[in-house]
């Protein structure tokens, strides 16, 4: 494994720590006060004008859907040579829309290509890849746990040239905003089939009648406007047949090709949410004097940051190594890896932006540093595309499998034992 930048990515990489240097950075505040101002005139669900300027800007410097593979489409970066530059855009949270790379647009955008036909590609693809519409996924559902997917509940049924759905979904992330033209739902065509074929997912135009927004749901208290994450129900929703994707009780064959992407970017942007809380942490720790020296100067300080480093360290090389298997061996072949960095890499930027917090006191939980944010962000991702558990319990039928086979127990090292 070679995990050296290409020259393209070398050229990437600088041209987007540049852009952020000159226009995300100094706009932070701005965006934040853009939005409470929408808020404070009763709507907070609408676009903000310096995302629209800068996604203009991102464009002209050749930094616009970076994520996606195919290069008649998008950069045509691999996962591997992608894993820097998700890292750079994680590091604010709003900055990946600007480079039309954020989730779940990203995870929707690669299913249409993946799995869409070509009339599904122009009516949706083609203006997400623009930027001209925004998207959600629903497969998250109140009523049952939804770890296991098995378990959702909506319908989606044939009706002649039609199917009808009827079901409740939230956490439907990206719902809330009004660009938000097209939904991806996931749901039961057939329950009587064999368990991972029950399911199916199809593309529901979000104007269609029966569709009611209930409500934004709340994450520590934030309601990401103009995102949003909403509950959505569906009542005698009717969408052509056309619509499903790959045919019915394919949903979970979808559902993997869609996540092993959209985890991987999760766990790339982290690490640079880690990135970012170590520098605060260690910037507030040097400026800061109590009890007679700095707070760096304090050991349990020095220990916090030394630990943090080599945690974003190990959190990066198997972010890395993950990517290069999702590009050697496919997502399958890549399952046990996409399910450890989907673990450890949340965990590691909740650690670190939890010292981070701590360094900082009383501001580190406030809104005058983006960490309070970031940590609500990153433990929601203990959740998002499955949670710790699920994937524990992946990793460990993974890692039991080795050993199912006499002839692979007889090959595994034992400790050497002495009398």
Request: charged share 25%.
């Amino acid at each position: 494994m070679n995990f050296d930048y290409s020259l393209k990515v070398q050229a990437l990489r600088e041209k987007l720590l540049a852009f952020f240097d000159e226009y995300i950075y100094p706009n932070e505040t701005v965006f934040h006060e853009e939005v409470e101002r929408n808020r404070a005139n009763g709507n907070p669900w609408v676009p903000t004008e310096i995302i629209e300027q800068l996604k203009l800007k991102a464009r002209e410097a050749g930094l616009w859907n970076l994520f996606l593979p195919d290069s008649t489409r998008g950069a045509g970066l691999t996962n591997l040579e992608y894993a820097p530059l998700c890292e750079i855009m994680g590091r604010v949270s709003w900055a990946p829309e600007v480079f039309n790379c954020n989730a779940p647009d990203t995870g929707n955008m690669e299913t249409i290509e993946r799995y869409g036909t070509e009339e599904h590609k122009r009516q949706w693809l083609t203006p997400l890849l623009e930027g001209q519409i925004r998207s959600a996924f629903l497969m998250t559902e109140p009523e049952v746990a939804s770890s296991d997917a098995t378990n959702i509940q909506t319908r989606i049924e044939r009706d002649g040239a039609h199917y009808v759905i009827n079901g409740t979904k939230w956490w439907s992330s990206g719902a809330g905003d009004p660009r938000c033209a097209v939904y991806i739902v996931m749901g039961k065509t057939d329950p009587d089939a064999p368990r991972h074929a029950q399911q199916s997912m199809i593309l529901v135009s979000a104007d269609t009648a029966g569709i009611t927004v209930k409500r934004p749901l709340t994450v520590f208290g934030y309601d990401d406007a103009p995102h949003g994450h909403m509950e959505i129900t569906l009542e005698n929703v009717r969408v052509p047949a056309s619509n499903i994707l790959l045919g019915e009780g394919r949903g979970f064959e979808i559902a993997q090709g869609r996540l092993g992407p959209g985890r991987i970017h999760h766990c790339m942007r982290l690490i640079g949410v880690a990135e970012r809380a170590l520098e605060f942490m260690a910037k507030r720790a040097l400026s800061r004097t109590a009890f007679g020296k700095t707070i760096a100067q304090q050991t349990v300080t020095q220990e916090r940051i030394a630990e943090a480093r080599c945690m974003i360290e190990q959190a990066r090389l198997l972010t890395l190594k993950t990517a290069y298997m999702m590009d050697t061996v496919g997502n399958k072949g890549a399952r046990g890896e996409i399910a450890m960095i989907k673990v450890v890499a949340p965990n590691m930027a909740c650690q670190v932006l939890d010292w981070a917090i701590q360094v900082h006191g009383g501001g580190g939980v406030s809104g005058d540093f983006p960490l309070a944010y970031a940590y609500a962000h990153a433990r929601t991702l203990r959740f998002a595309d499955g949670p710790d558990e699920v994937h524990r319990n992946a990793i460990a039928r993974l890692e039991l499998a080795r050993y199912t086979d006499p002839a692979v127990a007889s090959r595994v090292e034992r400790p050497i034992t002495r009398s």
